[in-house]
């Protein structure tokens, strides 16, 4: 059992940035794919970034490409999103993700453990 911690979240203005962390307690990260997840009110959750434990391989959605960067800590069972040019359409609920596995995972049914959320809200 991986128990997970956002934060970081806040409320920022259109163009600006934001550094979002995702902590484990309780385990590490060892061997763990981890994820980064949004969902605005009304909208299904979807991935936006995931980044492997082992083998630095990342993916991000094709909405945030270039503006988004995910990164991990090992040593400090941390991971990263940080959060550039953001846009009003980028304002949800952020959630980071894990799950046992080597390879990017990136979709929700595929990971065990959940972080609570952490509110990103982005003003025009």
């Known amino acids: 059992q991986v128990q997970l911690v956002e934060s970081g979240g806040g409320l920022v203005q259109a163009g600006g940035s934001l550094r979002l962390s995702c902590a484990a307690s309780?385990?590490?990260?060892?061997?763990?794919?981890v994820g980064w997840f949004r969902q605005a009110p009304g909208k299904e959750r979807e991935c936006v970034a995931a980044?492997?434990?082992?083998?630095?391989?990342?993916y991000s959605a094709d909405s945030v490409k270039g503006r988004f960067t995910i990164s991990r800590d090992n040593a400090k069972n941390t991971v990263s999103l940080q959060m550039n040019s953001l846009k009003p359409e980028d304002t949800a609920v952020y959630y980071c993700?894990?799950?046992?596995?080597?390879?990017?995972?990136?979709?929700?049914?595929?990971?065990?453990?959940w972080g609570q959320g952490t509110q990103v809200t982005v003003s025009s």
């Open positions: 309780g385990r590490t990260f060892v061997s763990y794919v």
């Open positions: 993700a894990a799950a046992y596995s080597t390879a990017i995972l990136t979709t929700l049914k595929q990971y065990d453990y």
């Open positions: 980044i492997s434990w082992s083998g630095g391989r990342t």
